[in-house]
Structure formats: C-alpha cells, structure tokens
Nanobody, 125 residues
Framework: DVQLQASGGGLVQAGGSLRLSCAAS????????IGWFRQAPGKEREGILC????????FYADSVKGRFTISRDNTKNTVYLQMNSLKPEDTAVYYC??????????????????WGQGTQVTVSS
C-alpha cells in the first residue's frame, strides 16, 4: 500500500522553527515528486513547496520563500519541510502529497495522487 505519514507539527512561538517529516512507504520518494500543502481554517488548501522527482528541482510559494526549505533523504525514504522564522499566519494543517514523475503544476493539489493525513502547526504571537 502507498502511504505517506506526516509528522513533526506542534506549537511554536513566532520566529521559531519546526521541521516536518513526510515518511513514505509502498513507493520510493526519489522517483516521485513530493509536495507540501497547508490548509488554515476557512481557507483553501495552499501548495507551498515541491521537490521534483529524480533531479530534485524545488518550487516555492512566495508566502514561504526564504523561510521554508524542502529536502529529501532517499536512504530514509523521507522528505522534510524545514520551517524557519515562523509567523502566526503559518498556522495550518500541513499535508504532504506525492505523484509519480512530474506534476504539471508543482504547487497545485490536483496534480497529486497520494496524500498523507496532515499534521497541525500552530504559531503563537
């Protein structure tokens, strides 16, 4: 079975950091593009980062550029989301998602086939 397990969320003060993990099973992250998305209450799901399969090109939403980074550890079959300089507006449930090969639009949720269960990130002011 294909599974994605997101973890690492929690409560952090503004300006702090968190690292989220997305552990994959049933497929290899190296030949899948992995995206991170978030959804705040009352808002649409937002694509924030993607690391493309194989060559690892990355894509960032403007809202997180310069603060968040995405990385991949093929030996652990895991993708990470490092979040620095967190702001209260980063509060959301964070999801990772996967698609074999390249999505047409890396930050569009419609391009992904597999989804994790989400992990809550709360940033206090």
């Amino acid at each position: 079975d294909v599974q994605l397990q997101a973890s690492g969320g929690g409560l952090v003060q503004a300006g702090g950091s968190l690292r989220l993990s997305c552990a994959a099973s049933g497929f290899t992250v190296d030949d899948h593009s992995i995206g991170w998305f978030r959804q705040a209450p009352g808002k649409e799901r937002e694509g924030i980062l993607c690391i493309r399969s194989r060559e690892g090109r990355t894509f960032y939403a403007d809202s997180v550029k310069g603060r968040f980074t995405i990385s991949r550890d093929n030996t652990k079959n895991t993708v990470y989301l490092q979040m620095n300089s967190l702001k209260p507006e980063d509060t959301a449930v964070y999801y990772c998602a996967a698609i074999y090969g390249y999505p047409n639009f890396p930050l569009s949720a419609s391009g992904y086939a597999y989804w994790g269960q989400g992990t809550q990130v709360t940033v206090s002011s």
